[in-house]
């Protein structure tokens, strides 16, 4: 047997094993340490990259690789003897979603509004921040609240999006927020009236600051306004608005509301003038809701719009008007007052037609004069004289100088007609009677009435122009027809009756021899007219003669002489006397 030995030595193979990593990396993941143990000597990657750094060590930058593509790392070793070994795993570099977020400003003011910030995947991604202020909405957007955040702090806002391969994509954006100024101001009440004083308003921040300009409010310039009810619109609320932008951009506006009220219109009315103790209205139509009071310069307080007044003197009215936001309106009225004249026009008047007379009691001097009548009479006299002439209603007017005050009076003028003209009448013979009746012409005005100095005279009536007069005396009876119309003088008119003695003849005898052949009343004689009228004793006419003249001789009107006989006769005179008897005719 042949044999031979030969002494084979085994030596072991290095020791390499990568230790586990993922199967999937993200671009931007940090770099991976691998380790495939100490004997490893080389570490590559099927795409070629040598990422041994050293001895069972590797780095894995998963930037350094093309993403979507699958990735085999290998490690080996070979040792002294020649013996190797080697490992692998695989992976795969994914890619992240690039992502962004808007809108976030670098600086922001404490007062500002919440922001929205969106982010770029719609719907999807979570916000966060290193401090409060940041509220994330869950629908890949986010509020942020300058006014919740911290003042004066880096704020680091982050966007935060997984993609479907769990990749994380993140974006952030930094932010401050400053203190916004505080604001306030001093001093608006809620309200005023339109006729208040001017209001200085002062700026918390003054002489910082300012005012916005307004009808009502100036700016001043210095952290202060003034503002003036009377340039604002009435009845209406006012804004008044402070403002300050500090140098970092923030500011604030603080506003105040103030209500301006109208002041109510009084209205006192027109000065004027007035007689004392006469009555004026002052003030005008009240306004529904204003309340008025008046006060006078005498002390006196009226309440009412408008009011009667009756002022004694001078005297001057102030109203107040105060309406329901108690403003106040004012005005004054003057009423100055004028002595009343006394007018005097005197007593009423009687006078006789004709006469001349003057009218006018006390007149004062100073006061403008004027007299008028119901028979259009005027004169500016303060006594004219006139010439009576029918009855009349006469009135004087005094005025002062000014027109203002008048008082007038009136008196009555009764004018009397004169008795003009007076006629006692005619007159009277009388023949055998003491009785008789006057004839006097009637009065064409006033009353009448007769007189006698005959005494044992009766006369009735006294004032009739046709009395009967009874008791006269033989011879001549003066008789005085006295017509009166006062004032107007007495006239008189004088008549006479004449009584003869009643001798009447009883018989007379025509027988030519010239004695007593007629029948004659020789009483009569003085009679213009006698009428005669003969009767036999059966109360025949047989001799009649309205016109007698003292010359029957016995014949009958048919001229037939009458016998020797007594006859019955009546014979007539002056205004309706008469006689009658028996005569006898005897031859």
Known sequence: IDSSSQVITIHAIPNVQLAPIDSIYCINQAVVNLSAGPDCDTMTTS???????????????????????????YASATNAFGCTAT???????????????????????????????????????????????????GNGTASFDPTAAPTGQAIEVVYTYTNASTCVSTISS????????????????????????????????????????????????NGTATATPANAAPNSPQTVQYFYLDGLGCSDTISQTAFVSENPIADAGLDSSLCAGTSIDIGANSIPGVN?????????????????????QNTSYYLQATNAAQCLGFDTVSIFT???PMADAGPDLDACFGDSITLGGIIPAGFMVQWSGTDGFQSNLAHPSLIAAQGEIYSVTLSDSAGICSNQDSLSLTVAMPANPVDAGPDQNLFGTTEANMNAVSLVAGTGSWSTTSTGVTISPNSSPQAAVSGLSVGANVFVWTAENAPCPSVQDTVVIHVESSSYPTGFSPNGDGVNDYLTFSSLATYPKIKLQIFNRWGEVLYADDDYQ?????????????????????????????????????R
């Not at 750094?53 to 093309?66: E, H, M, W």
């Open 292 to 312: 008025y009071s008046w006060t006078t310069s005498t002390g006196a307080t009226l309440s009412g719009n408008p009011v009667s007044v009756t002022p004694s």
């Open 338 to 340: 004028v002595a009343n």
């Open 174 to 221: 930094p932010t401050i927020v400053h203190q916004a100024p505080q604001l306030s101001f001093a001093t608006l009440d809620s309200s005023y009236c339109a006729s208040d004083g001017p209001i200085l308003l002062t700026g918390n921040l003054a002489p910082m600051g300012s005012f916005v300009p307004t009808p009502w409010l100036a700016d001043n310039g």
């Open 87 to 137: 490992d692998s795993l695989q992976t795969i570099v994914r890619d992240t979603t690039p992502v962004t977020f808007g809108v976030l400003d670098t600086a922001y003011c404490s007062n500002d509004p919440i922001v929205t910030l969106t982010g770029s995947i719609v719907g999807a991604g979570t916000f966060s921040a290193n401090a409060a202020g940041l509220t994330d909405n």
């Open 47 to 73: 795409t070629g990259q040598f990422i041994h750094v050293s001895p069972g060590i590797g780095l894995f930058d998963p930037s350094q690789f093309a993403f979507n593509t699958p990735i085999t790392i």
């Open 550 to 586: 003292n010359d029957w001789n016995g014949l009958t009107s048919a001229g037939k002489e009458l016998s020797d006989d007594t006859y019955y006769y009546i014979v007539e005179w002056g205004e309706g006397q008469s006689h009658s008897d028996f005569v006898v005719l005897k």
